[in-house]
């Protein structure tokens, strides 16, 4: 018993309470199908669509709203228990990974694979959006969206600079163009303003930007590769952002009063802008509208990619599903209709991954938040960029672990007056090191990840990423 790891004994506590109460319910089911979302934007979209299936359909579909941790926490009491979850489940991608815990027949999700390849849909979808919902080669999930990253930037900030951001196309053009934003202007000693909004405790940002300068936590069969020189190289990089005179980034979080607070007043100049973002910023600062403008990612070398991806959503058919034909219809009708992929950029700023959708003019529409910027159009030029993503269910307990070494990277930095990258690089290796061994511990003692007899580790498993 003590080779098997607090989390299992969670999932098996939440397991077995659920088919308690599956018990003293008598086995009811719900009429109909149900599905569980966990964005209440989702819903109030969804709502109309599914009240017109309802009107012509039998069975109908039942829309329930739930929170992320309770998605996630029926989701796999039902799938480790056996028990019933929701016909349909839209599944965030921070937690879709856990699902892909274990053997590939052990997974709770339908496996959609043939039957997308079949009806075509696999050629409709935008290719790199069924990342985080691929394990081992199968699809387990419908994409939501794309989430193409570009660069937010204060062109009030930028034009009282002098500053011509069409002469950025690297990050080195980026931090050269942008350092006259840098300036003490009460002369208290203090800097008022950076060019850019980061700090290596900002995970997604993290991620983003080690996927779009080519690194990667895991290879394609789900092996850690935490402690690769491309990824030591990419940290030591950052922290240089943060630290030393030649010091660019600022910290100034996001879904924070204080963070808006810091936005307001300009303390940074440029923000990470994946689509959804723009939805935020509108509903939460009110008062930027018309100050901000969207440009591609700084790439990390001439030529190279100017986008990344942030976040995602996928609606996946639990094997447990009632009527898995029923779903299936249901699903396609949700998540391929020209009108969801309007109504989703309308009322959410998100882009659709159905390709035949981008033609659509509701995406060379005009945004006064931005301008007047046509924002649809230059996320959608991006949307087939966006760098390939691990569906591995240690991917955010390695990003975690990568922005500790972010973290003592910088204090090393700070306390050896160390600031320049290259010199920065081998104790980020080593850091990154000390992470590689954290994460192959935690994937060595899951014992639910193990396949066959109770010996093999994740190094057994070629399979890892799921």
Known sequence: MRHYSLGVWIVVAIAVLSSVGVAVRGGHKAEGLTMWTFARPHAAMYRPIVDAWNENHDPGVDLQLLSLAAVE????????????????????????????????EAVGFTDLTDRMREEGLIDRINPPSFGPWTSRGHIFGIPHDVHPVLLGYRTDLIEAAGIDVTLIETWDDFKRVMRPLIVDADGDGDVDRYPLAYWPTDLDKDELLILQAGGALFDADGRATIDTA????????????CVGPDRIACEAPDFTQSGNDLKRQGYAACYFFPDWMCDVWNKELPELSGKLRLMPLPAWEPGGLRTSVWGGTMLAIPKTAKDFDACWEFAKHLYLSDELARTLYRVGDIITPITEHWDDPVFDEPDPYFGGQAK???????APHIPARSSSPYNRRAIERVSDAGMRLLEYAKSGEVYDPGALQPKALELLHDAQAEVERQMARTAVFREGDSSKTSQDNPGGDG
Request: without cysteine; negative net charge; hydrophobic residues 50%.
């Open 73 to 104: 926490h029926r989701m796999l009491a039902g799938f480790y228990a056996g028990v019933e979850t929701a016909d349909l489940i839209e599944v965030e991608r921070s937690i879709a990974g856990r699902a892909f815990t274990g053997p590939l």
């Open 376 to 382: 649809g159009r230059l996320y959608i030029q991006m």
């Open 230 to 241: 491309t990824n030591a190289a990419i940290l030591a990089e950052l922290v240089s952002w």
